[in-house]
């Protein structure tokens, strides 16, 4: 298994649409998930503390899941080892 990256946002939400065009200029992939959409996804952010968006999950190979809330660079790069 490799490392997942989900990202909860919302269209009207800019450092969303910030976060999400970063992750692909930098070749990340990650899987969107707007919680105005699915109500299966605003339960499952609200489960891993989310109060805002974006909240980004990172699951990594080894089981560990990251939580980074709002948009952060510096911390995404960190828990992605890049």
Aim: aromatic share 8%; hydrophobic share 35%; net charge negative.
């Amino acid at each position: 298994m490799s490392t997942k990256v989900i990202v909860y946002t919302q269209t009207t939400c800019g450092p969303c649409q910030e976060e999400k065009m970063w992750l692909t200029q930098q070749n990340i992939p990650f899987e969107d998930r707007d919680i105005r959409k699915n109500e299966t996804y605003f339960q499952e952010a609200i489960n891993i503390g989310a109060s805002m968006t974006p909240v980004t999950l990172i699951e990594k190979e080894d089981g560990e899941q990251i939580v980074i809330h709002g948009f952060d660079k510096e911390q995404i790069k960190k828990a992605l080892d890049l």
